[in-house]
């Protein structure tokens, strides 16, 4: 099989997201091979001749910066540093987002400015490639001297401690790798610092959030053009010269998105009892374009982190510089990251008002949308749902990036909580996802109610595909196990 070779050059999210969904195997190439040896010999070289301590490499670490430690000990003090870091609690990170952190901690480590041994980038390859994942949590770090806590359970593996999931159990890693065959690393000066600053484990929920993102705008498009159809609603309000005047990318985007969707539609044909459609309906350009303008916006954040060397201090092999800065300050993709959050938040807000019409009892369709209300509450509690799952996603919009805690007895005096930012996005984007699924659950039941009028053959297909997984709903039934397979449907179809 063909690997992905890990390189210095520039790793689009769109590549990214073809990585992950086909599973291919990474590998370094030759160049990122050549940069990582180079910087370690450079690395190596330096510490033979040089008197004057070096942040993190021969001194202790935060607040500790000023006690120098002997150089027999050097290896120690990195061992010593990714045990008592790996304090992280809470719920654990799935494991499609670990998968993601060792991915991009070893395009981090591959432009040879972070000191690591080749083999310890080539453990982390490994353990990406065979899917022994490690064990981490959710809860611990501060997003600013890099997500120490997270990146810390991640690097435990490497020298045989923690734990790691592997063909579906847990279990001690040292386990694993007597069994693989693979001897703990042994860890050289510098290189428990590089492995736990950076910010994989925010990068890593960002971009998972990103990619689904991305399609669950696709998904509020086409929903909502169901919706708005099985409403019986109007298509002047997304006619193009009405988003010329106003010129805003993304509600341009939309609204001929819109457009394109209904095409052939004999329920958008005909007359119209109605003047105007209510603001859900009405402001779908509007409102799911300034969303994509975000995520066009987010995406361009996070795909200048995953290119970036975020460890610290950060060495410059042929300029015979090394700097202790501040590259693992989250506060870049913090921002980023809340932002993305309410832009998302949005779209469930908006979708659980269409849900609102659609159940009203308005233009013809059946109260709750069942033939018999009375009997049958329908389609009333769907509605209750996504207004809770809508209100919470409220309170998880408010922003993480604008707390700060200080931390190392005052010497890290700014932070960016950009790990919370990450964890609670991608919440978020859960949420969302479980509101589009009911409104979808809605419309598809709300169109039937217009037989024998047909609505356009996009949707039709998509409808008809739908109807794979869902059945209208005639008379009451249990009806959590269709919510969970509109969600399914939103993962699963193209």
């Given at each position: 099989?063909?690997?992905?070779?890990?390189?210095?050059?520039?790793?689009?999210?769109?590549?990214?997201?073809?990585?992950?969904?086909?599973?291919?195997?990474?590998?370094?190439?030759?160049?990122?091979?050549?940069?990582?040896?180079?910087?370690?010999?450079?690395?190596?070289?330096?510490?033979?001749?040089?008197?004057?301590?070096?942040?993190?490499?021969?001194?202790?670490?935060?607040?500790?910066?000023?006690?120098?430690?002997?150089?027999?000990?050097?290896?120690?003090?990195?061992?010593?540093?990714?045990?008592?870091?790996?304090?992280?609690?809470?719920?654990?990170?799935?494991?499609?987002?670990?998968?993601?952190?060792?991915?991009?901690?070893?395009?981090?480590?591959?432009?040879?400015h972070s000191g690591v041994q080749l083999c310890t980038v080539e453990r982390l390859i490994d353990l990406y490639n065979h899917d022994i994942l490690p064990v981490v949590y959710q809860q611990g770090s501060l997003g600013a001297s890099g997500d120490l806590a997270p990146l810390a359970h991640l690097s435990l593996p490497l020298l045989g401690l923690g734990e790691v999931e592997w063909k579906g159990e847990i279990r001690p890693a040292a386990e694993v790798l007597?069994?693989?065959?693979?001897?703990?690393?042994?860890?050289?000066?510098?290189?428990?610092?590089?492995?736990?600053?950076?910010?994989?484990?925010?990068?890593?929920?960002?971009?998972?959030?990103?990619?689904?993102?991305?399609?669950?705008?696709?998904?509020?498009?086409?929903?909502?053009?169901?919706?708005?159809?099985?409403?019986?609603?109007?298509?002047?309000?997304?006619?193009?010269?009405?988003?010329?005047?106003?010129?805003?990318?993304?509600?341009?985007?939309?609204?001929?998105?819109?457009?394109?969707?209904?095409?052939?539609?004999?329920?958008?044909?005909?007359?119209?009892?109605?003047?105007?459609?209510?603001?859900s309906f009405r402001c779908i350009p509007q409102v799911h374009g300034a969303t994509k303008d975000t995520i066009a916006y987010v995406a361009t954040v996070l795909e200048a982190e995953i290119n970036s060397v975020t460890d610290n201090p950060t060495i410059f092999?042929?300029?015979?510089?090394?700097?202790?800065?501040?590259?693992?300050?989250?506060?870049?993709?913090?921002?980023?990251?809340?932002?993305?959050?309410?832009?998302?938040?949005?779209?469930?807000?908006?979708?659980?008002?269409?849900?609102?019409?659609?159940?009203?009892?308005?233009?013809?369709?059946?109260?709750?949308?069942?033939?018999?209300?009375?009997?049958?509450?329908?389609?009333?509690?769907?509605?209750?749902?996504?207004?809770?799952?809508?209100?919470?996603?409220?309170?998880?919009?408010?922003?993480?990036?604008?707390?700060?805690?200080?931390?190392?007895?005052?010497?890290?005096?700014?932070?960016?909580?950009?790990?919370?930012?990450?964890?609670?996005?991608?919440?978020?984007?859960?949420?969302?996802?479980?509101?589009?699924?009911?409104?979808?659950?809605?419309?598809?039941?709300?169109?039937?109610?217009?037989?024998?009028?047909?609505?356009?053959?996009?949707?039709?297909?998509?409808?008809?595909?739908?109807?794979?997984?869902?059945?209208?709903?005639?008379?009451?039934?249990?009806?959590?196990?269709?919510?969970?397979?509109?969600?399914?449907?939103?993962?699963?179809?193209?």
């Amino acid at each position: 099989m063909d690997h992905h070779h890990i390189s210095a050059e520039h790793l689009s999210l769109e590549h990214l997201r073809t990585l992950i969904e086909s599973h291919t195997p990474i590998a370094l190439s030759e160049d990122a091979r050549r940069r990582i040896i180079h910087c370690r010999e450079y690395l190596d070289r330096k510490m033979a001749n040089q008197e004057q301590p070096i942040y993190g490499i021969t001194t202790g670490f935060g607040s500790l910066c000023n006690i120098s430690v002997d150089r027999d000990q050097l290896s120690q003090l990195q061992k010593n540093l990714v045990m008592s870091h790996a304090c992280g609690t809470g719920e654990r990170v799935p494991n499609e987002i670990v998968h993601l952190m060792l991915l991009l901690k070893v395009q981090s480590l591959s432009y040879g400015h972070s000191g690591v041994q080749l083999c310890t980038v080539e453990r982390l390859i490994d353990l990406y490639n065979h899917d022994i994942l490690p064990v981490v949590y959710q809860q611990g770090s501060l997003g600013a001297s890099g997500d120490l806590a997270p990146l810390a359970h991640l690097s435990l593996p490497l020298l045989g401690l923690g734990e790691v999931e592997w063909k579906g159990e847990i279990r001690p890693a040292a386990e694993v790798l007597t069994e693989m065959g693979w001897s703990p690393i042994e860890l050289q000066s510098k290189e428990g610092l590089a492995l736990l600053n950076g910010t994989q484990f925010m990068s890593a929920y960002g971009v998972w959030s990103l990619l689904k993102a991305q399609d669950l705008s696709r998904w509020a498009d086409r929903i909502g053009a169901l919706s708005l159809d099985a409403y019986d609603g109007r298509i002047e309000p997304f006619s193009d010269e009405v988003h010329f005047v106003r010129g805003h990318r993304g509600q341009l985007e939309t609204a001929r998105t819109i457009r394109q969707l209904l095409e052939g539609s004999q329920l958008i044909a005909q007359p119209k009892q109605h003047v105007q459609d209510p603001y859900s309906f009405r402001c779908i350009p509007q409102v799911h374009g300034a969303t994509k303008d975000t995520i066009a916006y987010v995406a361009t954040v996070l795909e200048a982190e995953i290119n970036s060397v975020t460890d610290n201090p950060t060495i410059f092999p042929d300029e015979d510089v090394i700097v202790s800065a501040g590259n693992f300050h989250g506060q870049p993709i913090a921002l980023a990251m809340d932002y993305l959050a309410i832009a998302l938040a949005e779209l469930g807000n908006i979708s659980e008002r269409r849900v609102y019409r659609l159940i009203s009892g308005q233009r013809n369709l059946p109260h709750f949308l069942v033939a018999k209300p009375g009997l049958n509450s329908g389609f009333m509690i769907p509605q209750y749902t996504a207004a809770s799952i809508v209100s919470q996603t409220k309170g998880l919009c408010m922003p993480a990036s604008v707390d700060s805690i200080p931390s190392s007895q005052g010497q890290e005096d700014h932070v960016s909580m950009g790990s919370n930012a990450a964890t609670k996005l991608a919440r978020v984007v859960l949420n969302v996802e479980r509101v589009l699924a009911i409104e979808l659950f809605n419309a598809a039941q709300a169109l039937e109610f217009r037989r024998p009028l047909c609505s356009s053959p996009a949707n039709e297909t998509m409808v008809a595909r739908y109807r794979q997984q869902v059945p209208f709903i005639d008379n009451d039934e249990v009806m959590y196990p269709h919510i969970e397979s509109s969600i399914q449907f939103l993962r699963n179809e193209p």
